[in-house]
């Protein structure tokens, strides 16, 4: 027998998720706000951008590689990078893919569950038609810190170098109930943009070999990201 309730019950979660779509729109034109704000008052410092930029200016593509709770001062330092990020397909993926276009990046949705095979397969078209191929690479939903396969996999397909990234900024806001510890600087904070060598895999595609390439590349941005917290002077991560 069906529960009386149960009709209520679904109307009302259609309803709340007809609401949340109503208001998409406001939240990427807040974090575009948002990240001119942080981006016109910070001091904001990179190092070892150097190889991506003589890169980007001959013209050759490759792959960039951050965690996800470390974009937000990224979509303001590259602005000027032809970018082709990956987003997950979800509400909150919505939210970043409209972010992420609004600043002039294309987006390519797709996640392990989700048409990856499809994702994957733009945006090896996309790098090799010369743009750069960004990945949070623990994304869409973790665990923290955790690389996934798509980024080697998209590297060693091209036989382009992933260019590891992490950003930091003190003061900032740490939202920890949220997976991925996403970290909003403040503005007038002191921010940190550091680039790490570029790592040109072999083109050896053997599933232990990406699994022992996806853990050295987890070792490089963890190193990474101790650095940039040290720079910017967190005491916390």
């Known amino acids: 027998m069906m529960s009386p309730g149960k009709p209520v019950d679904n109307s009302?979660?259609?309803?709340?998720?007809k609401q949340a779509y109503n208001v998409l729109p406001v939240f990427p034109l807040l974090l575009r706000f948002m990240s001119a704000i942080v981006g016109f008052t910070s001091r904001i410092s990179s190092s070892g951008e150097a190889p991506a930029?003589?890169?980007?200016a001959e013209g050759r593509p490759f792959v960039l590689a951050f965690f996800h709770g470390r974009l937000f001062l990224l979509m303001h330092h590259l602005k000027n990078y032809p970018l082709t990020v990956m987003v997950g397909i979800s509400y909150l993926g919505e939210i970043q893919a409209r972010t992420l276009q609004a600043q002039g990046f294309e987006t390519v949705p797709g996640s392990r569950s989700k048409g990856a095979a499809k994702a994957l397969t733009r945006l090896i078209r996309a790098v090799r038609g010369g743009r750069v191929g960004a990945f949070a690479v623990d994304g869409p939903r973790g665990p923290y810190g955790e690389v996934k396969g798509g980024v080697v996999y998209v590297a060693k397909k091209v036989g382009v170098p992933i260019i590891p990234v992490m950003t930091s900024a003190s003061p900032s806001l740490v939202f920890r109930s949220s997976w991925d510890r996403f970290l909003l600087p403040l503005p007038f904070?002191?921010?940190?943009?550091?680039f790490g060598d570029p790592l040109l895999l072999d083109r050896n595609m053997d599933e232990q070999t990406i699994r022992n390439?996806?853990?050295?590349l987890e070792e490089i941005l963890k190193a990474l990201e101790?650095?940039?917290?040290?720079e910017a002077g967190r005491t916390q991560s």
């Open 213 to 216: 390439d996806c853990a050295r």
């Open 53 to 56: 930029l003589a890169m980007l």
């Open 226 to 230: 101790s650095e940039a917290d040290a």
């Open 12 to 17: 009302f979660r259609q309803w709340r998720k």
């Open 189 to 194: 904070s002191r921010a940190v943009v550091r």
